[in-house]
């Protein structure tokens, strides 16, 4: 027993290891609900409520091959609920400045040179317009620049399915940025 926590020793490793693991996690998590322009108490919310289902599921978690990419899964969900009620009460907001700021820098990543390029707004639009996994490979791995690996991680598939999405992703929005800014 661990008289400052109250727990017994597996209890204590247990909620180190899932405490650990959120904060690993936390900051691609709320940038994936501010890439779906929530504000940021919306974006804390869901992000609580992941946390509050990985807590519950933890064991069962810890099971799975890649328990990034089960928990990524479950942040989809908990999101794609947080826009929907967003929308029914009135729609979701403007990227915050933050956001803004990642985009430009996935742009400048991404090589996106065009006219448009300055135009976090059109980039942004671009992006949403996406694939749901080429939005996904935008945001961690150009937006967050986060290594090919742990997107692949997250996202429960192979360096090579990443790579594919990125280039794809990179092309379609080459073609549609570059098409509005000429």
Not at 93 to 118: D, F, N, S, V
Request: charge should be neutral; charged fraction near 25%.
């Amino acid at each position: 027993m661990d008289p400052d926590l109250g727990l017994v020793v597996g209890q204590r490793r247990d909620q180190l290891t899932f405490d650990a693991f959120c904060e690993t996690h936390q900051r691609a998590w709320l940038a994936a609900a501010r890439a779906r322009r929530l504000s940021e108490e919306q974006s804390r919310a869901v992000v609580g409520a992941l946390r509050h289902w990985l807590r519950g599921e933890w064991q069962m978690l810890l099971r799975e091959p890649v328990p990034a990419a089960e928990a990524w899964k479950v942040l989809k969900v908990e999101i794609a609920a947080a826009v929907a009620a967003a929308e029914a009460n009135g729609g979701a907001g403007e990227p915050q400045e933050q956001w803004r700021l990642a985009i430009r820098a996935a742009a400048h990543r991404m090589r996106l040179t065009m006219r448009i390029a300055e135009d976090a707004s059109g980039i942004y639009a671009a992006i949403l317009a996406l694939p749901e996994r080429q939005q996904d490979v935008v945001v961690l791995h150009y937006a967050l620049d986060l290594p090919e690996e742990t997107v692949a991680d997250y996202l429960g598939s192979t360096m090579a399915t990443v790579r594919s999405n990125a280039r794809h992703a990179r092309n379609r929005l080459r073609e549609k940025l570059g098409r509005e800014g000429a």
